[in-house]
């Protein structure tokens, strides 16, 4: 079973991390911070490079935490964090990816969840520095906090579309 958790950790943390990196370099692919910035304002945020330092350092971050099993309800807390915003700006497209739904989000939170209800494995720093075995109810806390943080930043971050233009034919004419 360790082992299983293990490449599940290095997979989703990975990933997570991954992503983040994107988010601000050109690196694996990325568009550099110019292009997160530009990412996050098409998707209507305000906050421009903060927003995308803070979502790229926030993914890198919850990400890397991941991979070692460190801390790990904190590491998951902040996964669901920031794909519940992913979801939420692909939540319009429905589920499946293949229409940039929001299947692959769902996938990573529901993966942090399930990792800190059964722990980081032993082979992780969590187990080696003696702070496992997690309570199961930090998976209730962790979907709770990261679902609430990512919601919210979506309400204090995300102007809404701007309104359409009023008709501006003559009155009586259609």
Do not use: C
Request: glycine residues 18%; aromatic residues 6%; positive net charge.
């Amino acid at each position: 079973m360790d082992t299983g958790i293990l490449i599940l950790r290095l997979l989703v943390g990975l990933l997570v991390a991954g992503h983040g990196v994107q988010k601000i370099s050109s690196h694996l692919g990325g568009r550099g911070l110019e292009g997160g910035t530009a990412e996050f304002r098409a998707d209507g945020f305000r906050g421009g490079a903060l927003t995308a330092v803070a979502a790229g350092g926030g993914q890198i971050g919850s990400g890397l935490l991941l991979t070692a099993g460190f801390l790990t309800p904190l590491a998951a807390t902040g996964a669901v964090g920031v794909m519940t915003v992913a979801l939420t700006v692909k939540w319009r497209h429905g589920l499946w990816v293949q229409n940039d739904g929001y299947e692959y989000p769902l996938v990573l939170i529901g993966t942090a969840v399930a990792l800190t209800a059964t722990g980081p494995g032993a082979w992780s720093l969590d187990s080696a520095l003696g702070l496992t075995p997690y309570p199961l109810w930090w998976a209730g806390v962790v979907l709770v906090a990261g679902l609430g943080s990512g919601l919210l930043t979506r309400l204090v971050l995300h102007r809404p579309p701007p309104a359409a233009p009023a008709d501006t034919a003559a009155p009586g004419r259609h």
